[in-house]
């Protein structure tokens, strides 16, 4: 397990700064405001929205430390050669697979987060909790908010802004388009402490963390979970 990390660690490295980094931060010039809000050293978790897939290719590049995702698990398990190489990619670059189905799932994919914040490391994650469909902002998913009070570390929100247009669900060849990201100031959710358990608490957390996101994107905000909009919009082009 140890060689593993040591060897996703270097991969990381070699792909960000070598391979891969500079040519897209060449190709997309992403202009970023607030990063000097990410602490240097020490847990803590990048709340994003979601606009797009590439947010977390673009969000690890302008950040100094390595961050790693929960991805879902979807991205781990693919058939032929395309599934081993997403695989290996993700494996590779120290991201996490979660079932995101709930129940126990949840609970499993929580422990794992609040593992890498125990590991000093930073967690990036979408409280939104799967992509926006059409570039609004949905409500947030309070297991965010969960994990936030358990760890007890500062919370970065981060706005992504023009993803979508880059790169919009169901395409796989980006646009080159500039795209931008801001950092806001960490949020404070000590008064909330050893409230985890607290339904109310923890949706008042995750509204806080939402209307943060809301002022640095200017995104229009919908009070609805996207997977519901999603789940509908499937239904109806049956």
């Known amino acids: 397990m140890v060689v593993r990390r040591k060897e996703s660690t270097v991969f990381y490295w070699i792909m960000k700064n070598i391979v891969v980094g500079p040519i897209l931060l060449a190709i997309f010039r992403p202009w970023v405001v607030g990063l000097q809000h990410v602490p240097k050293e020490g847990p803590v978790i990048l709340a994003s929205n979601h606009l797009s897939f590439i947010d977390s290719i673009f969000l690890p590049l302008v950040v100094d430390r390595p961050v790693v995702f929960l991805a879902k698990s979807e991205y781990f398990t693919g058939k032929g050669l395309k599934g081993w190489a997403t695989?290996?990619?993700?494996?590779?670059?120290?991201q996490l697979p979660i079932d995101r189905s709930g129940g126990k799932a949840s609970e499993a994919s929580l422990n794992t987060g609040l593992r890498v914040l125990r590991e000093g490391r930073v967690l990036g994650i979408y409280p939104e909790g799967t992509r926006s469909p059409d570039g609004k902002l949905y409500r947030g998913r309070t297991g965010v908010a969960r994990m936030v009070l358990e760890a007890g570390?500062?919370?970065?929100?981060?706005?992504?802004?023009?993803t979508e247009e880059v790169m919009p669900i169901g395409t796989r060849i980006p646009k080159v388009r500039r795209i931008g990201i801001v950092f806001g100031a960490p949020l404070d959710f000590s008064r909330f402490e050893g409230m985890e358990g607290d339904r109310f608490v923890l949706r008042s957390v995750t509204d806080e963390l939402v209307y943060d996101l809301r002022e640095l994107s200017d995104q229009q905000y919908v009070d609805v979970y996207a997977s519901s909009v999603k789940e509908q919009r499937a239904s109806a082009s049956r």
């Open 87 to 94: 695989k290996m990619f993700f494996q590779a670059t120290g």
């Open 153 to 162: 570390v500062p919370v970065v929100p981060v706005a992504m802004i023009g």
